[in-house]
C-alpha cells in the first residue's frame, strides 16, 4: 500500500473509532434534548440565564441536555441541567481556538471530526433548542432543519430562542426563501420562534410526552 492510501485508510479507521466511541458512551442515555447557542455570550449575558433555565427545566422533566460542551450557551445548559441533578452532555471538538469543555457535564467527549459529532447530536434528541450563535450554530441549525424535512430524522421540534435575534432572519425565509418558492410552507413552519426557555420547554416536552417511543435519528 502506497503511503497515500496508508494515510487514508489511517483517516477511515479514526473515523470509525470515533463513532464507535460516540455510540458505546452514549447507549443508555435515553431521550435528551439538544441546545446549540454561541460559545462567546457570557455569564452575564440574558440568553445565558435563559438557556441555564432551560436545562433546568429539561432536567426535570427527565430529559438529558446535550450540548457542543463549550463555553457560552453549551455551558450555561448543561450547568442547569447538571446543577438539578439531570444528566449533561459535552460534545466537544478539536479547534485551535474558543472550544475548552466546561465544568457541568456527566459524560464528556471530544471529536475530531465535527460530522461524527453532529451524528451524537442527532441519535437521541428528541428536540433541538437553538440560542443566538454564530455561523456554527447556523450550521447546526440548518443541518438539524434539512434532516427533519428530509425525513432523515422524526418531525422533531427546531425552537429559536430570542425573538429580536432570530426575527431577521424568519424574516428572509418568509419573504425572499419561500416566497420564491425554495422551500414550502410546511417546510417554514418546522421552526418555532419563542422568547423564554419556559416556551422552548414546554413545546419540546409536550411533543416528547405525546410521542414518548421517538427518539433520535434513523442510524
Request: contains cysteine; aromatic residues 10%; negative net charge.
Amino acid at each position: 500500500m502506497d503511503s497515500a492510501k496508508m494515510v487514508e485508510a489511517w483517516r477511515v479507521m479514526r473515523i470509525q473509532a470515533e463513532l464507535v466511541d460516540g455510540i458505546e458512551h452514549l447507549t443508555g442515555l435515553g431521550p435528551a434534548v439538544t441546545v446549540f447557542g454561541s460559545a462567546r455570550l457570557p455569564e452575564s449575558d440574558n440568553y445565558y440565564t435563559d438557556a441555564c433555565r432551560l436545562g433546568q427545566l429539561l432536567a426535570e422533566a427527565g430529559l438529558a441536555v446535550i450540548t457542543g460542551g463549550g463555553p457560552g450557551i453549551m455551558e450555561a445548559a448543561n450547568r442547569g441541567a447538571y446543577q438539578q441533578g439531570g444528566r449533561a452532555v459535552g460534545l466537544n471538538i478539536e479547534l485551535p481556538h474558543e472550544q475548552s469543555a466546561n465544568t457541568y457535564q456527566t459524560t464528556s467527549l471530544t471529536f475530531r471530526y465535527f460530522f461524527v459529532r453532529k451524528m451524537m447530536f442527532v441519535k437521541h434528541t428528541v428536540g433541538f433548542a437553538i440560542y443566538p450563535g454564530g455561523f456554527g450554530t447556523m450550521d447546526e441549525l440548518f443541518e438539524a432543519l434539512t434532516l427533519v424535512q428530509t425525513g432523515k430524522v422524526a418531525k422533531f421540534p427546531i425552537v429559536l430562542v430570542g425573538r429580536d435575534y432570530w426575527s431577521g432572519l424568519m424574516d428572509w425565509l418568509q419573504k425572499t426563501m419561500l416566497a420564491s418558492g425554495c422551500i414550502s410552507r410546511a417546510d417554514f413552519d418546522l421552526l418555532h420562534l419563542v422568547d423564554t426557555a419556559d416556551e422552548a420547554a414546554r413545546i419540546i416536552v409536550d411533543r416528547h410526552h405525546a410521542y414518548p417511543d421517538v427518539v433520535g435519528g434513523g442510524f
